[in-house]
Structure formats: C-alpha cells, structure tokens
T-cell receptor, first 112, second 114 residues
Framework: GESVGLHLPTLSVQEGDNSIINCAYS??????FIWYKQESGKGPQFIID?????DKRQGQRVTVLLNKTVKHLSLQIAATQPGDSAVYFC???????????FGTGTSLTVIP | KAGVTQTPRYLIKTRGQQVTLSCSPI?????VSWYQQTPGQGLQFLFE???????NKGNFPGRFSGRQFSNSRSEMNVSTLELGDSALYLC?????????????FGEGSRLTVL
C-alpha cells in the first residue's frame, strides 16, 4: 500500500484463520479510536470505531478491544480472507475536532 | 453519493516550486482535514477546516497552508517545495467537527519533488 515502509510491522495469516492486529496509543486523554484499512493506491477506509467508555465493540467479522489501563487497542478479524490483505492503522482522537493521531500501521498478508 | 475527490492524483514538481492540491468533500460534509503520508513518518495531521475556518493545525512549517471555500471544497498549498515534501497528501471529510465520527478519505494526491 501507499504507507509501506521500512518500519512497518507485518503479519501473515492463512486464509480462514483469525487475525489479531495490535496498536499501542500514546495519549491517555484520547477518547475515541478508529481502525482504518488501506489498500494499495487507495485512501484509508473505515473499519470500526470505539469510544473510551467501552472496552469491546463488534462489527461484521471484526472486533475491536480497548484496554485503557495499558493504552492498547487491538483489531480481531475473523475468518480472514484474501481481500483483507492491506495495511491497518489505528487512530486516536481527543475530541479536539477531527485531528487524529495515527499509528505506524501493520501490513497484513493473507495466504490463500 | 460521491466520495471525497482529490485532484490531481499525481504530480511532479522541482525544489523551490509551489503546489496547490484540491479536495471536494462528500456532499453535506463541512469538515475537511488534510494529512500527509510518508513511509518514514506515517500519517500526520496537517490541518482541519470547518465552515471556512481553520480549526486545528498540526506541527508543520508555515510553508503548508490551506483554505476552505463556502461550498466546503478545500485547497492546500505548499510553497518552496523541499525533497522531504514528497508524500501522499490525503484529504478527509466529515459531517461534523469533532465529537467522534469517522473520517472519509479520498484516494490522495501523490506529490513527488525532484
């Protein structure tokens, strides 16, 4: 994808397996979090979000877990498919407008 | 509903030149944010406009500027280009200013500075 770089963590999973992507955020005052997916040549695409008053939220095949104690966010993708191959970013917001701080991203490769 | 449209998609400039990038948000969205994406720094916030006013600004030099028009379309300008300005510039729109809610991103403008 557009964000591939030397420092991008990578994760390879077999098709059909579950994927877990982790993110450590920096600001304890952040109260809103989003996971984005970015495919090559495209802009980031919203996957799921969660507010700081929750610790878990589920979507279609995706679950986000939030641990505010250790400032950790994770994205779980169930039954990973080849179309899930992309770079995944977590983003945090402290309710100061639409200024988000993005993580470095994780490149997910699904092996057929 | 049409998505966020950015133009141009690709451009090449030389050091010292300036560049203007354009963003048309989703119809009805009044907030437009700009982000710079590079392999080394990742996605970094540049600025946000809402109702023609800059609401937030990231940590970028004054060579980076922007504006928003009454129809919510936005432009960003980079003057006196440097090699390090080579990046993907992403525009994102939102119907609200803050309070949570996703950003809808365009596909970006890929700037190469030679």
């Amino acid at each position: 994808g557009e964000s591939v770089g030397l420092h991008l963590p990578t994760l390879s999973v077999q098709e059909g397996d579950n994927s877990i992507i982790n993110c450590a955020y920096s600001n304890s005052a952040s109260d809103y979090f989003i996971w984005y997916k970015q495919e090559s040549g495209k802009g980031p695409q919203f996957i799921i979000d969660i507010r700081s008053n929750m610790d878990k939220r589920q979507g279609q095949r995706v679950t986000v877990l939030l641990n505010k104690t250790v400032k950790h966010l994770s994205l779980q993708i169930a039954a990973t498919q080849p179309g899930d191959s992309a770079v995944y970013f977590c983003a945090e917001n402290t309710n100061t407008g639409n200024q988000f701080y993005f993580g470095t991203g994780t490149s997910l490769t699904v092996i057929p | 509903k049409a998505g966020v449209t950015q133009t141009p998609r690709y451009l090449i400039k030389t050091r010292g030149q300036q560049v203007t990038l354009s963003c048309s948000p989703i119809s009805g969205h009044r907030s437009v944010s700009w982000y710079q994406q590079t392999p080394g720094q990742g996605l970094q916030f540049l600025f946000e406009y809402f109702s023609e006013t800059q609401r937030n600004k990231g940590n970028f030099p004054g060579r980076f500027s922007g504006r928003q028009f009454s129809n919510s379309r936005s432009e960003m300008n980079v003057s006196t280009l440097e090699l390090g300005d080579s990046a993907l510039y992403l525009c994102a729109s939102s119907p609200r200013q803050g309070g949570g809610g996703e950003l809808f991103f365009g596909e970006g403008s890929r700037l190469t500075v030679l």
